[in-house]
């Protein structure tokens, strides 16, 4: 038995898009160690996308905006396979269309729409699969970490925030009838397909990997390693936390290199 123990245990993983992806990251460390993975996607089209990835594994279309779509996804995961350990949530989307702008310029409805898709969905969800996830399983989202304040990122910061938030209340909400653990893992700057879309991204990545105690930018695979942790039965003491993965970079403020750099004379 490995020390995980996730072998033949059956995952839900939700916001799979592309092979760079947290999502798939996660995935494929769950199948490395002998877990059935079973996923959500946004569309067909996006189902049509990844079928090279995932082969023969289930896959269920559900846009996470839509109620009605969660619910149903919750009643055809029950239905169809039954129980689930564990639950990834990795869904986050936010409108960038017209560009940077001030916080405070941010339109009400492009804050709700993301607010539904990138935190409540996941209250929506985890009501769904109540009766779905077992008594012990674990849920784990994908939030961020130091990186929140950052100007180009907007209005998704609080967000994510909001997210963080909704699991430590969901694990509470859930311990009056299971044992089931909802945490984050809140990683630092990430070099996916979906990031590329955040405006101004590329330079907050260069300067966050600078920011990193080894000087080496954080890689997706080691957010994808603690989220499966984090899944397993090794991690039961931890409930309603967020865990920050983002190689000691909020630690490192007055970084020896950056500094010099900053006072460098004009």
Same mark, same amino acid.
């Given at each position: 038995?490995?020390?995980l123990?996730i072998?033949?245990?059956?995952f839900l993983?939700?916001?799979?898009s592309?092979k760079k992806?947290?999502? #798939?990251?996660?995935?494929?460390t769950l @199948?490395?160690?002998g877990a059935?993975?079973?996923?959500?996607?946004r569309s067909?089209e996006?189902?049509a996308a990844?079928s090279?990835?995932?082969?023969?594994?289930?896959v269920y279309?559900?846009d996470f905006?839509?109620?009605e779509?969660i619910?149903?996804l919750?009643?055809?995961?029950t239905?169809?396979v039954g129980?689930?350990?564990?639950?990834?949530?990795s869904?986050?989307?936010a409108n960038?269309s017209?560009?940077l702008k001030?916080?405070?310029?941010?339109?009400?409805?492009?804050?709700?729409?993301?607010?539904?898709?990138?935190?409540?969905?996941?209250v929506?969800?985890?009501?769904?699969?109540k009766?779905?996830l077992?008594q012990?399983?674990?849920?784990v989202?994908?939030?961020?970490?130091?990186?929140?304040?950052a100007?180009s990122?907007?209005y998704m910061?609080p967000?994510?925030m909001?997210?963080?938030?909704c699991t430590?209340f969901?694990a509470k909400?859930?311990?009056?009838?299971t044992q089931v653990?909802?945490?984050?893992v809140?990683a630092?700057?990430?070099?996916?397909?979906?990031?590329?879309g955040?405006?101004g991204y590329?330079n907050?990545y260069?300067?966050g990997?600078? @920011?990193?105690?080894?000087?080496q930018?954080l890689k997706?695979?080691e957010?994808?390693?603690t989220v499966?942790?984090?899944l397993?039965?090794?991690s039961s003491g931890i409930?309603?936390?967020?865990?920050?993965?983002n190689?000691?970079?909020? #630690?490192?403020y007055f970084d020896e290199?950056?500094?010099a750099?900053?006072?460098?004379p004009?």
């Open positions: 038995m490995s020390f123990n072998e033949k245990k059956r993983v939700t916001g799979l592309n992806s947290v999502a #798939w990251a996660v995935a494929k @199948m490395e160690e059935e993975v079973i996923f959500s996607v067909e996006r189902k990844v090279s990835l995932i082969g023969d594994a289930p279309v559900c905006e839509k109620a779509e619910q149903a919750g009643k055809s995961v239905e169809d129980t689930i350990s564990g639950l990834v949530h869904v986050a989307f960038y017209e560009g001030a916080f405070h310029e941010t339109k009400r409805e492009d804050f709700l729409q993301a607010t539904q898709i990138s935190a409540f969905s996941l929506e969800l985890a009501n769904a699969l009766p779905a077992e012990n399983a674990s849920v989202a994908i939030g961020i970490s130091s990186y929140v304040t100007a990122y907007g910061s967000i994510k909001a997210l963080e938030g430590r969901l909400s859930f311990s009056k009838d653990r909802f945490n984050t809140n630092g700057p990430l070099k996916t397909k979906s990031s590329a955040i405006p590329l907050n260069l300067f990997e600078k @920011m990193t105690m080894r000087k930018a997706t695979q957010v994808a390693d499966v942790y984090l397993s039965e090794r409930n309603a936390q967020g865990i920050v993965v190689a000691g970079m909020d #630690w490192n290199e950056l500094v750099l900053a006072m460098r004009e």
